[in-house]
């Protein structure tokens, strides 16, 4: 089965820290990881990543891949209150249609 | 593009009453998703579809709930007879599936179901 598990599952942190969000996956025939926020609605989509080794980079967030011991970090450098959100991993896996099966999610909080 | 479009946005409703929840995924999309999300357990999946076609229907809980997807353009999910267990959110998404799909999906504001 399928399983992606995210850590940790909460995280409270002081505006200006940098955090850093782990997933890792065991999934049948891997075809990508992505990384969502979710803020009080619906997931917004963040980063798609696919080659190890490649730093995806968008401002002060940037997300990288290991396909080898299957995990993918989520660094937060220079933290704000409005980076204050669900994070949400999840793995695609290529069987016919493109499933996308979830991590828990690591609640993130940043105190002023 | 409107984006995927659910309703309704909430819903309140009795135990033992019949739910109805409809999505309209984004035009040209061929694959269609719904996900329950609870604090407890995070985002799951109930079912997709593809092309129409439902693929994987493993994560629905019971035979109390369904799914169909008569068109390209519309899907529904049905909660028959509803539980209190079954307040949550429940999310529908859609994304492009194929050699220059990307796995990124869309997803729908949610329709947040409370059962009484």
């Known amino acids: 089965e399928d399983k992606v598990v995210q850590s940790p599952l909460s995280l409270v942190v002081h505006e200006g820290d940098t955090v850093t969000l782990n997933c890792s996956y065991e999934?049948?025939?891997?075809?990508?990881l992505l990384w969502y926020k979710q803020e009080k609605k619906a997931p917004t989509f963040l980063f798609m990543l696919t080659s190890s080794g490649i730093e995806k980079k968008s401002g002060r967030l940037s997300s990288i891949l290991d396909k080898k011991e299957l995990f993918s970090i989520l660094n937060i450098t220079a933290t704000q209150t409005g980076d204050s959100a669900i994070y949400l991993c999840a793995v695609v896996s290529s069987q016919g249609a493109q499933k996308l099966v979830f991590g828990q999610g690591t609640r993130l909080t940043i105190n002023p | 593009d409107a984006g995927v479009i659910q309703s309704p946005r909430h819903e309140v409703t009795e135990m033992g009453q019949e739910v109805t929840l409809r999505c309209k995924p984004i035009s040209g999309h061929n694959s269609l998703f719904w996900y329950r999300q609870t604090m407890m357990r995070g985002l799951e999946l109930l079912i997709y579809f593809n092309n129409n076609v439902p693929i994987d229907d493993s994560g629905m809980p019971e035979d109390r709930f369904s799914a169909k997807m008569p068109n390209a353009s519309f899907s529904t999910l049905k909660i028959q007879p509803s539980e209190p267990r079954d307040s949550a959110v429940y999310f529908c998404?859609?994304?492009?599936?194929?050699?220059?799909?990307?796995?990124?999906?869309?997803f729908g504001e949610g329709s947040r179901l409370t059962v009484l």
């Open positions: 998404a859609s994304s492009f599936a194929g050699a220059r799909g990307t796995g990124e999906l869309f």
């Open positions: 999934v049948t025939n891997f075809r990508s």
